[in-house]
């Protein structure tokens, strides 16, 4: 077999290059470590060598992280320290051989792939470098060492910064930092590699002094070099978490208690510290529902593609320049793929055009790739009111107003234009897809295609298949999707479909708690306590009450067992607008922050007798739990897996519990039903369980 890690020796110089047989990622296995072990002991025995340079062989990068599967199998903290030392073990050996190590970063430097650069005694960075401790984001923290080095390089701000968000650092903030200690075009990655290698050999002082001015100054000093102010950091950082995460996430309050100590220690003892927390944490359920959720992003990519041959999208053309247009414009040239934005009005482009822009100038902040990053991208796109030039595209998405007779009036004017194998798509919310293919010259190529917004930070994209939709088609969306950073999932058309179908049950069960006399505002208050973003009236008020309740009434009428509740009428009615009219249960000022809207409850009528109890915050979960059962028993939806995904990335629903599938089996289903059947008898079919759950139940007990 392969080694994962060769080298040669030319003139002194041991070239290590990092190649893992048979994958096109380099992932930190428990073989890979081996290989690693074995190439440090040869190396340390070899008096010829004077110094190192580690290079990647793949073309994506350095090393994408540890091995998911090995982190996701520990059941045992005592197993999952003892990882965590052997790890932290094999990579500290490139620290302390004889000479000095350079560690030359390109592409993807991920989690374990960091800690061992960090653990090297230099680093260089590609300008395509992403290097991040994302593990934070698995439910457990850096166990390789990364949280005791990291701090040790940079300063402590944003060590904790990096380590509790997991974000990535690209190489000019790498720079900047510290993190690496140059920055070169990827062409030149191995000779410039070799140059700070004989630099360094030469004389380290310069390097070693760059460092310190990076980390110095009067701020630093404060907050890091004297115990007050790091103890001032810790508390403000704590605080900050604890907000953030709701107190549902351990591993964030660990991380912070595992630096705090460490820092004080000698590294050893700091690395100690390190993987007996690590142990800790990696055998919680957040962390095996988190790496859950990670595979759910995942499943797009690998193993569940809908059938039909997908073909390559070349040129696209978007219709309607609205928010909604112009960010899957953006989107689209983002991702390499130009795009004709058309609105029927050129002020309705420009804006289009312009916030199209405004993201890529965001984008271009965070890269530092400035003004020529932004007009790269924005030559991609071409603003226009007419129909030139989409003889020649692809694929049409459309993003005009949701109506059903102007959307099918779209269709069959831009069906002249188009060549007769171009793919039409909706992004319609709720509309069905088969009557717009009704009016279709091709119905065969036409199918949907539902973003989220805001596009550009909503992971999720249902597509829908219509009942003409070609498995070409939804093959090829789905594999755009994929393309475009996206997590499709493939939705059979039905009202609703699968997101705004359980989101709006959600929503309209929410009114009619409070219709009955529960305070609204305790209701959202459930929510953020269960681990939600934000409440169902604070939903209602980001999506448009008006919008809200039109989709209320579609679902109360596609499927009467759902009563609708007139709340959202009410106050429609009424001038409740939500976010868009800066009042609605909301007051959303264009300065100062959003607050309760103390007057929504009087002006709807609301009597507000009681605060929400436990049992009403079940009442909605439950029923969404129900809705999500029929879904799968309609064949809306091929799987929990699929639903999952949905709610996850496509509403915000708690990471950390896995899904709402995953909720669903923890609580354990016999007791759900046991549950909905006591609702069903004061509050009607709604809550009687649906036969997908009760066979669920039926083969829970066999197995028991």
């Not at 739990?625 to 996850?648: K, W």
Request: charged share 25%; with cysteine; net charge neutral.
């Amino acid at each position: 077999m392969s080694p994962y890690v060769d080298y040669t020796i030319e003139e002194g110089i041991a070239h290590i290059v990092l190649d893992a047989p048979g994958d096109r990622v380099n992932i930190l296995s428990g073989d890979f470590l081996k290989d690693l072990d074995r190439t440090a002991d040869e190396l340390s025995q070899n008096a010829v060598v004077s110094g190192a340079v580690i290079l990647s062989a793949k073309e994506g990068g350095f090393i994408a992280g540890a091995d998911i599967e090995a982190i996701e199998e520990v059941d045992d903290p005592d197993l999952g320290a003892d990882l965590a030392r052997e790890g932290q073990r094999i990579l500290g050996r490139f620290g302390t051989l004889p000479f000095p190590v350079v560690a030359a970063l390109h592409g993807h430097c991920m989690g374990g792939g960091t800690e061992f650069a960090l653990a090297c005694n230099y680093r260089i960075a590609a300008e395509d470098a992403a290097i991040a401790l994302p593990e934070i984001k698995l439910g457990i923290f850096p166990g390789f060492g990364g949280t005791q080095r990291l701090p040790r390089l940079i300063s402590l701000a944003k060590a904790l910064d990096i380590i509790l968000s997991g974000r990535t650092v690209r190489s000019r903030e790498a720079l900047r930092i510290g993190l690496v200690d140059r920055a070169v075009d990827g062409k030149d990655l191995r000779k410039a590699a070799l140059a700070l290698l004989q630099e360094v050999s030469a004389d380290s002082r310069p390097i070693l002094e760059q460092r310190r001015k990076i980390r110095g100054g009067w701020r630093n000093w404060l907050l890091e070099k004297n115990p007050l102010g790091r103890a001032i950091l810790f508390a403000l950082v704590r605080r900050t978490t604890a907000r953030k995460t709701g107190g549902h996430y351990p591993a964030p309050f660990k991380a912070l208690d595992v630096l705090r100590r460490g820092l004080s220690l000698p590294l050893e003892q700091g690395l100690e510290l390190e993987a007996q927390g690590l142990g800790e944490m990696i055998v919680t359920p957040v962390c095996k529902n988190l790496i859950r959720v990670f595979r759910l992003s995942q499943r797009p990519k690998k193993e569940s593609r809908p059938e039909g041959t997908p073909r390559k999208v070349r040129q696209a053309a978007v219709l309607g320049a609205g928010i909604m247009g112009g960010g899957i414009a953006h989107l689209l040239a983002e991702h390499d793929i130009p795009v004709r934005l058309k609105d029927l009005r050129p002020e309705a482009v420009e804006a289009g055009l312009g916030h199209a822009r405004k993201l890529f100038g965001k984008r271009a902040q965070k890269t530092g790739g400035g003004e020529d990053e932004v007009r790269k991208k924005m030559a991609l796109l071409t603003g226009t009111t007419d129909y030139g030039g989409f003889d020649r595209v692809d694929l049409v998405i459309e993003a005009v107003v949701e109506r059903m007779e102007i959307k099918q009036g779209v269709l069959q004017e831009v069906e002249e234009v188009l060549r007769d194998d171009a793919l039409f798509s909706t992004n319609t919310s709720a509309l069905s897809v088969s009557e717009l293919q009704g009016v279709g010259q091709r119905p065969q190529n036409v199918a949907g295609l539902h973003f989220f917004n805001p596009v550009d930070r909503m992971p999720l994209v249902e597509i829908i298949r219509g009942r003409q939709s070609a498995a070409e088609t939804t093959a090829t969306l789905f594999d755009l999707a994929v393309r475009l950073g996206k997590t499709p999932i493939l939705v059979d058309d039905s009202p609703g479909f699968l997101v705004n179908r359980l989101l709006g049950a959600y929503l309209n069960e929410a009114c009619l708690l409070a219709e009955e006399g529960v305070k609204w505002s305790s209701i959202d208050s459930a929510a953020r306590r269960f681990g939600l973003p934000m409440g169902p009236f604070r939903l209602m008020d980001e999506v448009g009450i008006d919008i809200a309740a039109e989709v209320g009434k579609t679902l109360s009428k596609a499927f009467p067992y759902l009563p609708e509740s007139l709340l959202l009428e009410k106050a429609r009615l009424r001038g409740l607008k939500g976010r868009k009219g800066h009042r609605g249960f909301y007051l959303h000022p264009k300065k100062g922050k959003t607050r309760p809207n103390a007057k929504a409850a009087p002006l709807l009528d609301l009597r507000e007798l009681r605060g929400a109890s436990e049992q009403d915050w079940r009442r909605l979960m439950l029923l969404m739990v129900n809705e999500a059962g029929r879904c799968l028993e309609e064949g809306v939806i091929a799987s929990p897996e699929d639903v999952d995904t949905g709610m996850i990335f496509g509403t915000g629903f708690p990471p950390f519990l896995g899904g709402l599938c995953r909720w669903a089996d923890a609580e354990g289903v016999p007791a759900l039903v046991t549950e909905l059947d006591a609702l069903s008898a004061p509050l009607g079919a709604r809550f009687i369980p649906c036969g997908y759950l009760k066979g669920r139940d039926l083969l829970l007990a066999g197995k028991q």
